[in-house]
């Protein structure tokens, strides 16, 4: 896909735009140095009138000891489908019960990124929950198990047999899908996008793209994903 980048200068657009992703801890990957790791975190909040952000402790922890007041964070999040990025720098840290918040100006400009790059994150095995596949020439569906999970996508490891004769981005569908701290089931529209190997003989983990996602189901890809985000750092702390 062709990338086409826009760059925001404006303060009120600017404004706008971080508004927009703030909807109660969005999900953001933080990078420290230019060829750096990325790192988990999420937008906590944010201070209109000061304009400042708020940025949650990084995820895996050692990251932390990196960030200090006046480090740079180079920060990328996705709003509705589209990257967005920007950089700014810490200027002074707070302490809350649930850890650190990193408290950063407001940028001076602001990236959109027309390509799917968002969060994503691993799902061990013992809590992968079970999804139901539909494929208009099954009679009938297919269950398997959510391994990752983004914003955007996600994907299923599912029996070899199942996916192996189906050609990349052939339609299918999603049911039934339970996830930690969403109130409902949930479906929608899929698009193969690709296949690798898995660990278990017989089985491959395929990629889909969620077709017509929409807000609401973004929000609630993002509920599920904090709490993978929150179990992640949880465990790394035991």
Wanted: negative net charge.
């Amino acid at each position: 896909m062709e990338e086409t980048d826009y760059t925001v200068d404006k303060p009120e657009r600017i404004a706008g735009i971080l508004k927009d992703l703030d909807h109660k801890l969005t999900l953001v990957n933080v990078r420290l140095d230019d060829d750096g790791p990325l790192y988990n975190s999420a937008l906590v909040r944010l201070d209109s009138g000061a304009r400042e952000l708020f940025l949650d402790e990084l995820t895996p922890v050692e990251a932390n000891r990196h960030a200090q007041e006046g480090t740079g964070m180079r920060v990328f999040a996705s709003l509705r489908g589209v990257a967005v990025r920007f950089s700014t720098a810490v200027s002074r840290i707070e302490r809350e019960d649930a850890g650190v918040l990193y408290v950063c100006p407001y940028p001076d400009t602001l990236e959109y990124l027309q390509r799917r790059e968002t969060f994503r994150v691993h799902i061990p095995i013992s809590e992968r929950p079970r999804i139901e596949l539909q494929y208009r020439e099954w009679k009938d569906p297919g269950i398997g198990d959510l391994a990752d999970l983004s914003a955007q996508g996600m994907c299923v490891e599912v029996p070899q047999d199942w996916v192996e004769a189906l050609e990349i981005g052939t339609p299918m569908r999603f049911e039934n899908l339970l996830l930690p701290d969403v109130g409902e089931r949930l479906g929608g529209d899929l698009r193969l996008a690709n296949r690798r190997r898995s660990p278990r003989d017989g089985y491959v983990y395929a990629g889909f793209q969620v077709t017509g996602m929409n807000q609401w189901l973004e929000r609630q890809f993002n509920i599920a994903l904090l709490h993978y985000q929150r179990e992640a750092r949880r465990r790394s702390m035991e």
